[in-house]
Structure formats: C-alpha cells, structure tokens
C-alpha cells in the first residue's frame, strides 16, 4: 500500500518531475524505438544511479522507504540536479525518514515593528512576504508601483494569487512574466517542503490549480528557489515603462518571511519614472 506520509508523497512527485525533464540523450543514452514518456523512463534512471528498477520506482510512488544518503547522492546525480534541487531532494528525504509528523503547531506570521521601520525608511519599493508568499506589510512606493493592496481581501493579497489573476491578464503579456512566476512557484514549493500540509499552502496552490491551466503547466514542473532576483518591467499608463530589478531577502525566523525589494539603476529613466510615480501617488493621496 502507497504511503500517506506527506514527505514521501512530495519526494515521488519531486523525483517524477525531474525524470520527466532529462531526455535520453542528455545523459549519453540512445533514445531507441518509440517511447511512450518524453523523458527518461524510470529503469534508465535507476540504471544511471545504479539502483534496482522496484527500489526507484517505489520511490516515486511514495512508498515507505529510508533512502540513504548515498543512494540520495546517486540519484542526485543521475538527475542533474543543481545546488537548489540537490538541497531540496535531501530535505524531503530525509523528512521522509522520519514518522510522519504530528500537526505543527502554526503561529500567526507578524511583521516586526523593526522591519515595519525598515520598509518606511526605504526610497525604492518594498514589500514583506510570508513563506506562502502572503503580502504582509508594505511601503508606499510598492503601492505607488503594486496598486492599493485594500483593494484586495486579506486572503488574496498573495504573489502567486496576483500572478494568475484573471483581472490582471495584460501583465502576462510582459516577456519576464512567465520566469517571474516561475520564480515565486519555486519559492512556494521550497516553503511546502519544510510543512507539506500546511492550510494555507494547500489553500493558494489548491485553488490556483483548478482555477489556472497555465499555474497547472508551471506547477507540474516542481522547479523550487530559495532566495531569487530578477528583472522586471512594469507598464505605468501614468509616466510609461519602468525597468526595474527586483531582489528578495530573507529574514528572520524558520521558515522565516522575505523582504522583495525593486529598484532601478541608478541615473537611468526608470528611477526618474519611479520618482515621478512616487510623487503622483503622494499627491493623489494628500488630496483626498
């Protein structure tokens, strides 16, 4: 019978994923004859990191096992994984180790009045996310650059929700967009890995899953991030495009949640845009 524990569920569907990417010659074999899989099948894998094909195949099922350190680092290998999903495939072995574990006990995410200052006191956009990438606290420039986040229910006010927002189509029409929401489903996943069942990771990914092919397609892919920065450009009706980059940091605490900051190179014409909006939002505001 198929394991119920959480980890071992996500470590199957984690190892599938990434079978599914590699193609036969990318690890030197001959694809040969017609293949009904796009990428390798699971007795080549298990070839590759010498492994029986059962042991594998029980492995991607969920089944409760205890791989050993070695065996993680030959599939690893046979993989191709990277430094991000190497640490990632480790973590939810060895969790799946483990009995599966009793609910943890979830305390509510709270913003720091330190970090509250921190986001008041910066010149650029800023904005807090939770490990499920809730917005928990923001300054005035990322409202000037985001939008109003009361425009939103509190249970909505997430990164990935916005991404795939049905209201918000025409950002997809950016060339970055489908990378930048591949970032923040890496970030998603890297937090599911560390509490599996975790209501409000099963709440976002649930809903947007059912609701979005597209976060379907992006999700299935299992790509997880840690810490990730980027480019991004925003239309602003009001003063044009701005090119701006955009970083994450993480604070304390674990999980702890990260600082996303935006900022433009320094001189060009999209910090003189991001100024401008800036002031155009203070003026809209004293006016009301």
């Not at 060895?94 to 970090?115: F, H, L, Q, S, Y």
């Not at 790509?223 to 003063?239: I, L, N, Q, W, Y």
Request: glycine content about 6%; aromatic content about 6%; some cysteine.
């Amino acid at each position: 019978m198929a394991s119920t524990h959480p980890y071992a569920r996500e470590l199957g569907d984690f190892l599938r994923a990434r079978r599914n990417r590699l193609r036969p010659q990318d690890v030197g074999l001959e694809p040969g004859g017609r293949r009904r899989v796009t990428g390798l099948r699971r007795e080549e894998l298990a070839l590759l990191a010498g492994l029986s094909t059962d042991y594998y195949q029980r492995m991607e099922q969920g089944r409760d096992l205890r791989p050993s350190d070695d065996v993680l680092d030959a599939i690893a290998g046979a993989l191709d994984l990277d430094e991000n999903e190497r640490r990632h495939l480790f973590t939810l072995a060895r969790a799946a180790r483990r009995p599966a574990p009793a609910p943890p006990r979830r305390e509510p995410e709270i913003v720091p009045d330190g970090t509250r200052r921190m986001l008041r006191a910066l010149a650029t956009p800023a904005v807090v996310l939770g490990r499920h990438l809730d917005v928990l606290a923001w300054n005035d420039m990322a409202e000037a650059l985001l939008g109003d986040p009361h425009d939103y229910p509190p249970d909505r006010l997430n990164m990935l929700m916005l991404m795939f927002d049905d209201s918000r189509t025409a950002e997809r029409q950016c060339k970055d967009w489908e990378q930048q929401a591949l970032d923040y489903i890496g970030m998603m996943r890297a937090a599911v890995a560390t509490d599996p069942t975790h209501p409000r990771a099963t709440a976002v990914v649930g809903e947007l899953s059912i609701r979005s092919a597209e976060f379907r397609r992006l999700w299935a892919r299992h790509d997880v991030r840690a810490s990730v920065s980027g480019t991004k450009t925003f239309r602003m009706p009001e003063v044009g495009d701005i090119d701006l980059y955009w970083d994450t940091y993480p604070l304390p605490g674990q999980p702890g949640p990260v600082m996303l900051v935006f900022t433009a190179e320094e001189g060009s014409a999209g910090a003189d845009r991001l100024q401008l909006l800036a002031s155009l939002h203070a003026t809209r505001g004293t006016s009301r």
